[in-house]
Every structure is written in C-alpha cells, then in structure tokens.
C-alpha cells in the first residue's frame, strides 16, 4: 500500500519560514496527484495546494496564495511545501494526500504539526 510520511514541521515565528516535505512509498509517486491539507484547532481540515502527477497544474488556497509553495520531486517520491511569510493563523496541523485519480483512491499521512508563535 501507499505509505505517506510527513516532516518538517516545528514552531517558527511570524514572518519565517519552514519547509514540509512528504514521503511517499509502496507505489509509483509519479502516478499520483497529491496536496496538502490542514487543520487548526477547533476547525475543519481545509484544503492548502494541490499539485498534478508531473507538476504541470497547480492550485492554492485563497489564504495561502503568494506565500506557499508547492512542488513534487517525482525521482525523490517526495512532495514539498515551502511556506514563507508564515502567520499565526498559518498554526495547524497539516497532512500530505495522494489520490490514485484513475480508480479515485486515496491516502493520507498522519500529520505534521506547524506553530507559528512569538
């Protein structure tokens, strides 16, 4: 099965930044499209970025557009998120997804905790 393995996360102060990666095992990354989502406490899992099986397409949230990145190293089975600018509302949770998009199956990390905080 698909394993996905997040790290990176930490406690960082506002205006700095951190990088996420997630590990990917047991199929062939590049056959997968993957994102990143997150959750803060008390609220629903949103959606972060999403990223296309070789990078072409790309989507970020509202919230996180011109601060994020997202990027796929597909020879590394690794997915990354470079944050910057982080804000203290940035502060959650944050878990890499894969879908297998041609029989719509999907799989998910166990999570990466990112604090923003003075």
């Known amino acids: 099965q698909v394993q996905l393995a997040e790290s990176g996360g930490g406690l960082v102060q506002p205006g700095g930044s951190l990088r996420l990666s997630c590990a990917a095992s047991?199929?062939?990354?590049?056959?997968?499209?993957m994102s990143w989502y997150r959750q803060a406490p008390g609220k629903e899992r949103e959606l972060v970025a999403v990223?296309?099986?070789?990078?072409?397409?790309?989507y970020y949230a509202d919230s996180v557009q011109g601060r994020f990145t997202i990027s796929r190293d597909n020879a590394k089975n690794t997915l990354y998120l470079q944050m910057n600018s982080l804000k203290p509302e940035d502060t959650a949770v944050y878990y890499c997804?894969?879908?297998?998009?041609?029989?719509?199956?999907?799989?998910w990390g166990k999570g990466s905790l990112v604090t923003v905080s003075s």
């Open positions: 997804k894969a879908r297998w998009g041609t029989y719509g199956i999907e799989y």
């Open positions: 990223i296309t099986t070789t990078g072409d397409s790309i």
């Open positions: 047991g199929f062939t990354f590049s056959s997968l499209s």
